[in-house]
Structure formats: structure tokens, C-alpha cells
């Protein structure tokens, strides 16, 4: 059960000793206190979900002195916790996390086909969701030595990413807001104005996104929008170093994943059983 938000309702510069001065407390190198304070709960990952002092300072970027004061406030808040070892998250944005009930019933039944999908591919294996402009990373499951710059929980722009692309296709109103805003080139060969709507809508008639190293230097990736008409509810892809891609292969194992998760989210017999 999640907790009455009033009751833990605790101003961050009321707990954790004095308050900062009115400079600190607006801005930290150009961050705001909410900036701040995503920075330091971005530090934590699942590789490294206990962090010293020094480590937090060292990934929020911020000062020692800053994060450790801002650590012991989220900490009254049970937004972390402290052992012996240093901090690590609190069980109170695991009842926030409660909220999440729709990825999960997306990410829930989706598991074992990123599973299945790694094994036939031998490459990793990423769920997303469309929020905005920006792919969030619901699950990922990664093989061999590969590593990848994203992570579960982790945002990216979607014009430069297969699962971006695979959802964009299929939304309108998601697709004329990326194409009036900027679209900065992250790799030379990021796909922007008008290219990126051609590949729209080669997305839209194939069923099959691409990302040939748009976001990364060396990845390469193939998308499909997880969807029975309509928007996407979701995307699968399979991604690894761009020499170990088989585009047409995979594209046919994304397409079958992305089917499969779909009638495991929706059971075609459901819609015949009594309510």
C-alpha cells in the first residue's frame, strides 16, 4: 500500500541541518534544487546500487559537501536509505514505483519473450515506451560482452533510436512534435529533417525501425512497435556492435517478438471470457 504523501511531507530545507544560503539554494552549478536532487538520485543504477559519499559527489557532479547534505534530506524522506557501506534507495520510491502499474502490466508478460528473443539473437534485447519525445527503458536484457550506454529506467531522444522511430510511426501528434523541435545530430549519422520523416514512413509500411548508428557510434539496432492498430503501446529491439547486425533476420525476430508480446498483454481469448 502506498503511504499518505502528507505524512511524509518533510521541506528539504528543514531536515539535514542548516539551510543553505539563497544562492545555494536556487541554483548549484546552473541546477535548480530539483536538478540537483535528480542528479543525485540518477547516480543510482542497478550495477551500483550502493554508493559511498565520494561516489554520488563524483556521478551528481556535485560537491561533496551539497550531496551529502541533500543525501541526509532525501534520506529523512525515505528516498534513501544509509548503510554501512553509504546510500542506497529508499523504500519509498519503491512505493512510488507502485504507480507504475501500467508499465508493469506491459513489462510483466513482455519478460519472457526478451528472454526468448536474446537467446535466438545473441545480442541484447531492449522494452521501451513512448513518453513525449523521449524513449524510457522499461527492460533490458543483455548477452555476452555487450554493453550498452542505456539503462533500465533510462530516457533517450526518440528520433534517433529504433524504439523511438518504431513508436513515433504510429503517433501522429508525437511525430509532428519532434519534427517542428531541434533535433541536434548525436553521430554523423543521426537522421534529421527530412530524412527522419521519410524513414517514418518506411517504418509505417514495414513494420520495422532501424537505428544504423544514430545514437551511438558502432551500435546498430531493428525496433518493432509492439501494437494491433493504432499507436504502439510499446517497442522491442534487438541491438549490438553495427558488424554483428543481420538487419533482415532480425527484422523478422522483432516483428514475431513485438506479436508475441502484444497477444500476451491482450489474450485473444479474453475478449471472449466473461467479465
Not at 93 to 100: H, V
Not at 168 to 174: I, S, V
Amino acid at each position: 500500500m502506498v503511504t499518505n504523501v502528507r505524512s511524509r511531507s518533510v521541506s528539504l530545507d528543514s531536515v539535514g541541518g542548516p539551510s543553505p544560503d539563497a544562492g545555494d539554494e536556487a541554483v548549484d552549478g546552473g541546477r535548480s534544487l530539483v536538478g540537483r536532487i535528480a542528479a543525485i538520485m540518477d547516480s543510482f543504477d542497478q550495477d551500483d546500487p550502493v554508493l559511498s559519499l565520494v561516489e554520488l559527489s563524483r556521478r551528481s557532479g556535485l560537491p561533496k559537501s551539497t550531496a551529502h547534505r541533500l543525501a541526509e534530506q532525501l534520506r529523512s524522506m525515505g528516498w534513501l536509505e544509509r548503510c554501512h557501506s553509504g546510500y542506497r534507495v529508499g523504500m519509498r520510491l519503491f512505493e512510488l514505483g507502485g504507480l507504475a502499474a501500467k508499465q508493469a502490466q506491459l513489462r510483466d508478460p513482455a519478460v519472457p519473450h526478451l528472454h526468448a528473443l536474446a537467446g535466438q539473437a545473441g545480442l541484447a534485447v531492449q522494452l521501451g515506451v513512448l513518453d513525449g519525445d523521449e524513449v524510457v527503458y522499461l527492460e533490458r536484457v543483455v548477452v555476452g560482452d555487450v554493453r550498452l550506454p542505456t539503462r533500465q529506467g533510462g530516457r533517450m531522444p526518440a528520433y534517433c533510436t529504433g524504439l523511438g522511430k518504431a513508436m513515433l510511426a504510429f503517433d501522429d501528434n508525437a511525430t509532428q512534435h519532434v519534427l517542428d523541435a531541434d533535433l541536434p545530430a548525436r553521430t554523423s549519422n543521426t537522421l534529421t529533417r527530412p530524412k527522419l520523416a521519410d524513414d517514418l514512413q518506411r517504418v509505417r509500411a514495414t513494420g520495422v525501425a532501424f537505428d544504423r548508428q544514430e545514437a551511438y557510434d558502432g551500435l546498430g539496432c531493428v525496433a518493432a512497435p509492439i501494437r494491433n492498430s493504432g499507436r504502439a503501446i510499446g517497442a522491442v529491439s534487438v541491438t549490438g556492435p553495427i558488424g554483428q547486425i543481420d538487419w533482415d533476420a532480425l527484422s523478422t525476430m522483432v516483428r514475431n517478438t513485438a506479436t508475441s508480446i502484444w497477444n500476451a498483454r491482450f489474450p485473444p481469448s479474453s475478449a471472449h471470457g466473461s467479465n
